[in-house]
């Protein structure tokens, strides 16, 4: 059985070991790069649309809506997952409210939008009315806010320790968001 949820020319979706509640998918660029932001524009469009998408097919499916983010760590070595990767998840979790207590964001209409360069991080979040807003962070491993963390803390279902896949891993989950976006293809509510 595959592990994907969707594909597309240059992204696959699939739920991972980090997946702490049913739903919770990666997208994930078969071009290496960093972060979504060093990917090429049509790539960033592309992006976009499967992200729309599938949160739609997740929200439908879980009839919760979806929460969507970003880490754009730029910083080689910088963090566990060196490969860019969109977080998509149903959860009532305010990250973008939790951020904006923290950081100054700013607010951006699509993907293509985000910063390019190599020289800054950011962290995107697609907020579960779809507004997106981009926070720019410093290129520092050691000041990283571990958004996994604040999105297990925000959401009342999830164990706040959980956040943490090195410690914890739910292959119930992986199996379970499989079959379950399986019966909901694109185009189709359940």
Request: aromatic fraction near 8%; proline fraction near 8%; hydrophobic fraction near 40%.
């Amino acid at each position: 059985m595959s592990r994907l949820v969707e594909q597309t020319d240059r992204f696959v979706a699939m739920p991972t070991f980090q997946s702490f509640v049913p739903g919770y998918v990666l997208v994930v660029p078969s071009a290496h790069v960093l972060s979504f932001g060093q990917l090429c524009l049509a790539a960033r469009d592309e992006a976009e649309r499967l992200v729309r998408d599938l949160s739609e097919r997740i929200a439908a499916t879980y009839d919760m809506p979806v929460l969507g983010f970003e880490y754009g760590n730029n910083l080689p070595g910088g963090r566990r997952i060196e490969h860019a990767h969109w977080h998509l998840l149903p959860s009532p979790a305010d990250l973008a409210g939790w951020l904006a207590e923290r950081l100054d964001g700013q607010v951006i209409q699509t993907l293509a939008e985000l910063p390019g360069g190599s020289g800054t991080s950011y962290i995107a979040v697609r907020d579960q009315q779809g507004q997106m807003t981009v926070y720019p962070v410093p290129n520092r491993p050691r000041h990283r806010i571990r958004l996994r963390r604040a999105v297990a803390e925000l959401d009342p279902r999830v164990n706040a320790a959980d956040w943490d896949f090195g410690d914890r891993r739910f292959p119930e989950y992986i199996r379970k968001t499989v079959a379950d976006l399986a019966r909901v293809s694109p185009g189709r509510t359940p």
